[in-house]
């Protein structure tokens, strides 16, 4: 892989893995663009990079890698359990769906929800306003929400946030917890695929590998800022209009 498509690719993996509006869909698009083969190499290269959006959470939240945190990473475990056991189980049929069609349906599927959670949503009433609070059975609902995010273009952070909220977490508290959750999910899938396609690459392709890698965690570290501040005086609405746009755009390439 060249060096520029590797930073392309890092840009566009760092500003949506954490935002509602899905990784995998964006990084079809931009692969077309920029006509990158969908080789085992490419297909590995844009999986391991998420492996630098799992450093930005770390480094976005310190303060939440203590003991005194035990009870939330327990939490967290909870919630990825639904997710790992039935990716497991049926992982081929999750393969067979993913299809540019599928990704776009479900883009403008998970941008009707949005709207529709937002036109009935009360944040003044959230009995949750900090990630510290969620309780264990807000957990298991947001990791059952989470399963969601196997069917291809859901969004993973969309499906947790709109779990979390549904709940009763906050804006913030819910995409602070769906970034946590990120952590072992995304250490799941990228250390399988490293592990499983490490041999293909070469010298070459870890150099690109690599700026790819440094450039995501850089885009996700401050996008994962950027977002949080916007919750605090925005809601999802604009990122439902913006799923829903961006999904007739997948059809469009797709079938017309």
């Known amino acids: 892989m060249e060096i520029f498509n590797a930073i392309i690719l890092g840009i566009i993996e760092g500003i949506t893995e954490f935002l509602p509006i899905s990784s995998t869909g964006h990084l079809i698009v931009v692969a077309q663009w920029l006509k990158i083969e969908a080789t085992a190499t490419n297909q590995a290269f844009e999986v391991i990079i998420q492996l630098a959006a799992i450093l930005a959470v770390l480094a976005n939240y310190k303060d939440k ?7 939330l990473w327990l939490k967290v475990a909870i919630a990825f359990v639904p997710l790992g056991i039935i990716g497991f189980i049926f992982s081929d049929v999750i393969k067979a769906l993913f299809t540019v069609g599928v990704v776009g349906v479900m883009f403008i599927v998970g941008g009707i929800i949005f709207l529709l959670l937002e036109r009935n949503y009360q944040e003044q009433h959230c009995r949750t306003t900090d990630v510290t609070q969620v309780s264990y059975q807000q957990a298991v609902w947001i990791g059952i929400a989470q399963v969601f995010a196997l069917i291809p273009g859901t969004s993973r952070a969309g499906s947790t946030i709109v779990g979390a909220m549904l709940c ?3 804006r913030k508290a819910s995409a602070e917890f769906s970034f946590l959750l990120g952590l072992p999910v995304l250490a799941a899938a990228s250390g399988y695929d490293l592990l499983k396609h490490y041999d293909l690459f070469t010298f070459d392709d870890l150099t690109a590998l690599a700026v790819g890698f440094v450039t995501s965690f850089i885009v996700a570290y401050f996008t994962i800022k950027l977002f949080i501040r916007f919750l605090e005086n925005f809601t999802f609405v604009g990122f439902g209009i913006y799923r829903i746009v961006f ?3 997948l ?3 797709a079938y017309v």
């Open 247 to 249: 999904g007739v755009i």
């Open 168 to 170: 009763g977490l906050n």
């Open 65 to 71: 890698f203590s003991s005194k945190q035990i009870n």
């Open 251 to 253: 059809l469009a390439i």
